[in-house]
């Protein structure tokens, strides 16, 4: 071997692990790692806890990178339901009070879709033979009876927002009970007229309503007249235009209709609630003259009553 090839062989010799270190200086170098268990050591001792604070700020900045897209459309889910929420709301509101003269009580208005019970027999606490229990779920709903007499307070304000004005002889409250105009609702006069037809229609169990209308015996076909001519204006003025289906039913030559019908209802257990809330715990003949107070004439409420108030 000539003296080159000898010199390339020394340079290909393995080279033991030794380096040249100043004394004292600190090893910045690893030995390499030669088999498994060397590898698994120095995996060991690269542990995250070893990062610098650079790196871990990067993966952070990264994460949020990817979830930013994630995070921006949940919120504006979030604000797209809150918008159609208010605006349904909204729209509901201003739906009511451009079909309602006003009233205090249209801030709890809301609706609900209910199916009709329109089964001939359906049974219903409101219907049936004359009882009790029957009388009082009819109480529990006129307003104006002996479970629910206490009236309104409103005041004057609320008169011209209903597009009214004041006469002399409205009926008012004390000034010591409180002052405010005494009124009621018109839910409960008109459920009133209802069940004094019901009660006619047992007139054998119930006869003559009250003493005020046995002393005026000829007011009482007055008053009939009247619920059922207020209750004919109230149906007309609602005007219900939904749809009655036919079927044909075993028995019947001809199609029978189908009363079960869906509608849109006022959430009327709401109503009340506003009514228990609101209504005034002074009985009725709390109610006064106030001042100077003229009293409308017979003729005024109607001629019927001045024929027949003797």
Same mark, same amino acid.
């Given at each position: 071997?000539?003296?080159? #090839?000898?010199?390339?062989?020394?340079?290909?010799?393995?080279?033991?692990? +030794? %380096?040249? +270190?100043?004394?004292?200086?600190? !090893?910045? $170098?690893?030995?390499?790692? +030669?088999?498994e268990a060397d590898t698994e050591k120095l995996l060991a001792q690269t542990t995250p806890a070893e990062w610098s604070d650079s790196d871990q700020e990067t993966?952070?900045? !990264? @994460?949020? %990178?990817?979830?930013?897209?994630?995070?921006?459309? #949940?919120?504006?889910?979030?604000? !797209?339901?809150?918008?159609?929420? $208010?605006? $349904?709301k909204v729209q509901d509101e201003?739906?009511?009070k @451009?079909? !309602?003269?006003?009233?205090?009580?249209?801030?709890v208005v809301e609706y609900k879709t209910?199916? /009709?019970d329109g089964v001939l027999d359906w049974p219903s606490e409101y219907r049936g033979p004359p009882s009790e229990a029957i009388d009082y779920a009819w109480d529990k709903i006129s307003l104006n009876n002996s479970h629910k007499i206490m009236p309104l307070r409103i005041q004057e304000s609320d008169l011209e927002k209903m597009g009214q004005s004041t006469r002399p002889s409205m009926a008012r409250f004390r000034h010591e009970d409180?002052?405010?105009i005494l009124a009621g609702m018109e839910i409960g006069h008109q459920l009133h007229c209802l069940d004094l037809l019901r009660r006619q229609s047992y007139i054998e169990h119930y006869g003559p309503m009250d003493a005020n209308y046995m002393? @005026?015996?000829? /007011?009482?076909?007055?008053?009939?007249d009247h619920c059922i001519e207020m209750l004919r204006q109230v149906l007309m003025c609602n005007a219900d235009v939904g749809l009655i289906t036919f079927d044909w039913v075993a028995g019947f030559e001809v199609p029978f209709p189908n009363f079960n019908t869906l509608h849109k209802c006022r959430d009327v257990e709401k109503v009340y609630e506003w009514y228990d809330t609101h209504a005034n715990d002074l009985p009725m003949d709390h109610s006064v003259r106030v001042g100077d107070v003229v009293d409308m004439t017979a003729d005024d409420v109607g001629a019927g009553l001045a024929r027949h108030r003797g």
């Open positions: 071997m000539d003296k080159r #090839a000898r010199n390339t062989a020394a340079i290909r010799l393995p080279i033991p692990h +030794t %380096r040249l +270190t100043m004394p004292g200086a600190p !090893s910045i $170098y690893a030995p390499v790692a +030669t088999d993966s952070a900045k !990264s @994460r949020l %990178r990817r979830l930013l897209p994630w995070i921006l459309h #949940a919120m504006l889910l979030c604000m !797209s339901l809150i918008i159609l929420f $208010y605006a $349904y201003q739906c009511t @451009r079909l !309602s003269i006003y009233s205090p009580a249209l801030e209910v199916v /009709f409180g002052g405010g002393q @005026r015996p000829a /007011f009482y076909r007055v008053h009939l």
